[in-house]
């Protein structure tokens, strides 16, 4: 590992490779990154379910998304890595008063942006998703832009075409401490050794918090455990088929490898780093999805994980600079969303230390705003 860098970026999710990628493109200069595990995406990245939306409630998240959208379709283009993102789009099932009318208000803000959104009434919705049970529901919304993709393939994009660029990838390295001169890290102590850098990013996940203890500071990003179950084969999943999330629930599925993945978040579960498999959990993911879809009735499990959300107290991600530690940037805390918005993540990261004007506004993503008693909450969350 070298001695010396222009910036060290730590965590080695999709986030951390992809503002290692967008730096490396623009030739900043020596760049590091520091992973303490064996592989990268280890926590979070490789446990991601693949959705890629941008039906949100905020402007800044539709806008990152949008983004990231337009980058993922010329991924190979970039990176010279074929990834694919197919666009089959997201579904949003609504069947309570309360979120029809923030839907449909969602809906407003997502067409004032650019983003091509439809509303479904009951009998549409078969027309994308004939698998879902619809007499309870009153509407849906429907974004054909939005779709999936292979976190890992996303991942190794980025790491190959970073690599060919020079940055150096060093794993099994972990975060020790720093060292400190005038209010600002001089050195990133590490299990292999220290690296000086005038720039230090924090992309650790859901470990950010724990870099920002090291240095001093408050990072207010929280891991839960999310689980995942994938079933066998299914007749009736088609190539077509959206994610459709229902809204009520919480529970959301699309197709994967011939069968469905089902995933939900489990609103009760403590902040830990634990991602064993929960029975309990399991059993909550399958009796919603038998709910919805009762032809799941004789699908069989063919898998279970866990993985991590990175979560902060308002559902947005946190990009800039640390209000106590001068050098310090965060790029992390995307709560369950920093696959799909890796690419944006990356650019603006890029452009605020590059100096060039910000393809996305992203002062509603300030990590001032904690103290600054900014309270706009991400409500469009799984």
């Known amino acids: 590992m070298k001695k010396n860098a222009d910036v060290v970026i730590i965590g080695g999710g999709i986030i951390g490779m992809a503002v290692a990628f967008y730096l490396a493109r623009e030739k900043y200069g020596d760049i590091v990154l520091l992973e303490k595990e064996k592989f990268l995406g280890s926590w979070s990245t490789s446990k991601a379910a693949g959705g890629i939306r941008a039906q949100f ?65 009951p009998d549409e919705i078969s027309q994308y998703a004939p698998h879902v049970r619809t007499d309870d529901l009153q509407m849906a919304t429907l974004c054909l832009e939005d779709g999936l993709g292979d976190p890992h393939e996303f991942l190794s994009g980025y790491e190959h075409a970073a690599r060919k660029m020079g940055v150096e990838i060093a794993l099994e390295t972990e975060v020790t401490g720093f060292d400190f ?42 891991p839960y455990r999310r689980q995942c179950v994938t079933t066998g084969p299914l007749d009736f999943v088609k190539p077509t088929f959206p994610m459709v999330v ?109 100096g060039k004007p910000r393809s996305v506004d992203i002062a509603d993503l300030a990590p001032t705003r904690f103290q600054d008693g900014d309270t706009a909450i991400e409500t469009n969350v799984i």
């Open 246 to 354: 229902d809204v009520a629930t919480g529970l959301y599925n699309h197709k994967e490898s011939k069968g469905l993945l089902l995933g939900w978040a489990d609103g009760s579960q403590e902040s830990s780093f634990d991602v064993s498999i929960d029975p309990d959990y399991t059993d909550g993911i399958l009796e919603r999805a038998l709910d919805r879809m009762p032809l799941l009735e004789t699908a069989e499990v063919a898998n279970v994980w866990a993985g991590l959300y990175e979560t902060t107290p308002d559902h947005r991600g946190i990009i800039g600079y640390d209000p106590k530690v001068e050098n310090l940037f965060h790029v992390t805390g995307f709560s369950g969303h920093g696959m799909m918005h890796a690419p944006a993540a990356g650019i603006v990261t890029m452009e605020t230390l590059t």
């Open 181 to 222: 001169e005038g209010g600002k890290i001089t050195t990133v102590k590490t299990s292999q050794g220290d690296i000086e850098a005038p720039i230090v990013i924090n992309a650790a996940g859901a470990f950010s918090g724990k870099i920002g203890e090291m240095a001093g500071t408050d990072v207010p990003v929280k």
């Open 57 to 121: 409630s905020i402007k800044v998240n539709i806008e990152m998304s949008m983004l990231s959208e337009r980058m993922f379709r010329q991924f190979e283009n970039d990176t010279g890595y074929n990834a694919v993102f197919d666009q089959v789009g997201y579904m949003f099932l609504l069947s309570r008063d309360e979120d029809v009318e923030a839907f449909t208000r969602h809906v407003e803000l997502q067409r004032s942006c650019g983003l091509d959104v439809k509303v479904l009434k």
